[in-house]
Nanobody, 121 residues
Framework: QVQLVESGGGLVQAGGSLRLSCAAS????????MGWFRRAPGKERQFVSA???????SYADSVKDRFTCSRDNAKNTAYLQMYSLKPEDTAVYYC???????????????WGQGTQVTVSS
């Protein structure tokens, strides 16, 4: 089992920045690809970003060049640094983990509880 705990959400004005953290625990948590998803009110869950154990990253087009995903393997923690936030970034952000990115995107095995990000205009 892998447990994921997100933190760092909050309220920010458009153009501002936030950094989300996802602390992973569990016997194999350090070997997993980690990623971020978000769900805005009335919309389906959307892939945001993923990072492999080696640090390879991928991003949704809507956040590319504004969001940066990183991880500290020694701390079993992934981060999502968000810049130039827009009101349309408002959503609950979820951390997820899976054996690889393909599995992460189609059905991650482990999920965090989510953290609210609200961007005011």
């Amino acid at each position: 089992q892998v447990q994921l705990v997100e933190s760092g959400g909050g309220l920010v004005q458009a153009g501002g920045s936030l950094r989300l953290s996802c602390a992973a625990s569990g016997r194999t948590s350090s070997t997993y690809t980690m990623g971020w998803f978000r769900r805005a009110p009335g919309k389906e869950r959307q892939f945001v970003s993923a990072i492999s154990l080696s640090g390879a990253t991928s991003y949704a087009d809507s956040v590319k060049d504004r969001f940066t995903c990183s991880r500290d393997n020694a701390k079993n923690t992934a981060y999502l640094q968000m810049y130039s936030l827009k009101p349309e970034d408002t959503a609950v952000y979820y951390c997820a983990a899976a054996e690889n990115e393909a599995r992460l995107r189609v059905g991650a095995r482990y999920w965090g509880q989510g953290t609210q990000v609200t961007v005011s205009s």
